[in-house]
């Protein structure tokens, strides 16, 4: 039990990490032993639990295992590290002391998996096998059985590499939305006149929006480019390092294209701005060069169970889409590649109609802080563990083995805003990208009504409206499609553009 003057010791994993000096991720549950009564503390990415003194598992790392894998789920990354530390004769004693623990089980699978040891112990040959993860509380993947210690290996990935993600109130409510056949109500919804065409801009739409999250604008080659893979999303296999190489190479400059991960051109990738001369401010720091020989493989076969999986398409997108962009493989692209992921996903699972992609990268640019906010739930945890040094020009050397906190990020909160960003692109900037072509048309009828201008100039005039609340600038005016036109005409198109956009005029 704790020192009468401990009023507050952590306990669990907090506990283990502590003592062995680990240099890991934090759980997304912490656990605290005190006077008092139980109590919960909760946030959208941290849960704290207090528990009162008879909870107090001892100075025993066995118990604080225990303890951690019945109150705080499975933390992958800081067993990985922690259990081939442990003695494997006080393991094995432990292990025989409790024949029928579920948790001394799944210890003893973990342990040999991740020490590529074998205890002297013998095979489990009685019993139900029991599930490493609790399908009650995590989303799980199909079943590797591990007869040895009768234990199901039901991961979303693979032991090596598996995006991790907590059934959540949350993600049980969207779940229930049955989003995927509203968004096919949005698409049949579509004017039969108007579907060509709306497919079309939406797959320009989100091509530009995806580049403007970048601050880039891409030339028409690229744009096109991006916009032909979208479409043919669902006729490739992406999970692949020579179909991710090639549209790399696709959507980037030239210049910055790969021929293949970083790895062949040990570049060293971070996020980051300069705040001066010779200052700069660091956001996220990517796997080191020579591990992505490792984790892409390891990335692409996780990737491929989860796709091939009944998981949600949403939470199956959350879980390919975001763990690359935090591997950043290449050079340059990898935000939009991360993107058009999702797209992938989506498209393979099909989440909506054939031929349809809806312009989620523009709903993410309308909520830049709750895109940057899903990021920044792994990014900002994991920079105080990586060590680094930049050189004068920038160039970055990370001095640490940081390999494994790419292995197991927890996804739930990525999940949660995925989804609301799939519900509000369904919801609003679908509709809303439909009225506007409706409304773009209507203001063509109401134009052609004043003056019959070449298309070219009309649908410049109906741009430069739109920038500047349904009136032509002094300076437009002058512009040489306009000319010819008298004070009147411009006043009637600027007024057929009012009209037609519902627009207070200025």
């Excluded at 993410?364 to 105080?384: C, G, I, N, T």
């Excluded at 500047?468 to 002058?478: C, E, I």
Aim: with cysteine; glycine share 4%.
């Amino acid at each position: 039990m704790p020192e009468a003057n401990d009023a507050r010791r952590p306990a669990g994993y907090l506990w283990l990490r502590q003592r062995h000096a680990l240099n890991c991720l934090p759980h997304h549950v912490e656990s605290f032993v005190t006077t008092g009564t139980r109590r919960t503390h909760s946030t959208p990415l941290k849960l704290e639990e207090t528990y009162p003194r008879t909870y107090w598992p001892g100075e025993d790392d066995f118990a604080h295992l225990e303890f951690a894998l019945k109150n705080e789920g499975l933390h992958l990354q800081l067993l990985r590290a922690l259990l081939p530390r442990l003695s494997a004769d006080q393991l094995g004693d432990y292990i025989q002391s409790k024949p029928t623990s579920i948790y001394a089980r799944r210890i003893w699978y973990l342990y040999e998996e991740f020490s590529g040891q074998q205890l002297k112990l013998p095979d489990v040959t009685q019993g139900n096998y029991v599930d490493l993860l609790d399908p009650r509380d995590y989303y799980t993947g199909p079943v590797i059985r591990s007869p040895r210690q009768r234990v199901n290996v039901n991961l979303p990935g693979n032991l090596v590499f598996s995006p991790m993600l907590r059934r959540t109130k949350v993600l049980k409510a969207a779940e229930s939305k049955q989003l995927e056949r509203s968004c096919r109500k949005a698409i049949e919804a579509i004017p039969p006149e108007l579907y060509a065409r709306a497919l079309q801009f939406l797959y320009t739409k989100e091509t530009k929006s995806s580049y403007a999250l970048e601050r880039e604008t891409p030339d028409h080659k690229r744009s096109q480019k991006f916009a032909d893979a979208l479409r043919e999303a669902s006729q490739r296999d992406y999970l692949l390092k020579e179909t991710l190489v090639t549209l790399q190479q696709m959507i980037v400059d030239p210049r910055f294209a790969n021929n293949g991960w970083r790895d062949t051109i040990k570049e060293q990738n971070y996020v980051g701005r300069s705040v001066g001369m010779t200052e700069e401010e660091v956001h996220f720091i990517a796997p080191r060069p020579q591990d992505l020989a490792d984790l892409m493989p390891d990335y692409l076969d996780a990737s491929r169970r989860i796709l091939n999986s009944d998981v949600h398409p949403v939470i199956a997108a959350a879980l390919i889409a975001y763990p690359f962009v935090f591997l950043h493989p290449f050079s340059d692209g990898n935000g939009r590649l991360h993107r058009f992921l999702i797209h992938y996903v989506l498209s393979f699972r099909r989440f909506a109609p054939d031929g349809v992609v809806f312009p989620i990268s523009a709903t993410m640019l309308h909520r830049p802080q709750d895109y940057d906010a899903s990021l920044e739930s792994f990014s900002k945890p994991l920079l105080p563990l990586v060590e680094y040094k930049l050189d004068g020009s920038g160039r970055m050397t990370v001095l640490n083995d940081t390999r494994d906190f790419y292995r197991y990020v927890d996804c739930t909160f990525i999940a949660e805003t995925l989804f609301s960003f799939v519900k509000e692109t369904i919801e609003k900037e679908l509709p809303a990208e439909i009225l506007f072509l409706q409304q773009y048309d209507n203001a063509r009828r109401l134009m052609r009504d004043v003056v019959d201008l070449p298309n070219r100039h009309a649908d410049l005039f109906v741009r430069l409206c739109l920038q500047n609340s349904g009136a032509l600038s002094k300076a437009k005016r002058q512009l040489p499609e306009y000319a010819k036109l008298s004070n009147k005409e411009i006043t009637g198109l600027e007024g057929a553009v009012t009209e037609a956009f519902a627009l207070k005029p200025k």
